[in-house]
């Protein structure tokens, strides 16, 4: 309720789909080992992009600043060095819930991982902090499938 209400500060009208879009996002982030807690971009001409990013790992605040070729990379990059993986992105998409300026993105990440495959999706009105949510939720969902393992092979007495 609290997001809902932030988004209907945020923007003129919200939308079926907004609130749609509100509810699978919370559904998606649940009870995670990784979570966004704070995020702060800046790019422009001239710039070089630097993403400022606190993330909580299992409970602990971790911080970094990282540059990137835009800010999206920069992003992805401080994700990458507060929570250290050999995932490969394979897939970032951005689409709009609604029509409009004050539109809430929605972003997709696909990763990959020694032959695991994971996607994440994310909501915002801000389509950086919804790259940076999508990116943690596929991390997330990452860490639960490595928590999995195979079933071992069972041998047979000879």
Request: charged share 30%; aromatic share 6%.
């Amino acid at each position: 309720f609290k997001r809902f209400k932030d988004l209907a500060d945020k923007k003129k009208h919200v939308f079926d789909e907004d609130i749609a879009a509100l509810v699978d996002d919370e559904i998606m982030r649940g009870h995670d080992t990784i979570a966004v807690k704070q995020l702060r971009v800046e790019s422009g001409t001239g710039l070089e992009p630097v993403a400022a990013l606190t993330l909580t790992v299992e409970g602990e605040e971790r911080r970094v600043t990282a540059e990137g070729d835009g800010p999206v990379d920069a992003i992805f990059k401080a994700i990458r060095a507060l929570y250290p993986h050999t995932a490969t992105l394979q897939l970032f998409q951005i689409s709009a819930v609604t029509e409009g300026t004050d539109a809430q993105a929605t972003v997709t990440v696909r990763l990959e991982e020694e032959g695991r495959t994971v996607t994440g999706k994310a909501s915002d009105t801000d389509t950086m902090a919804a790259a940076a949510y999508a990116y943690v939720n596929a991390l997330n969902k990452l860490v639960v499938k490595r928590q999995k393992r195979a079933p071992e092979a069972l041998t047979v007495a000879q």
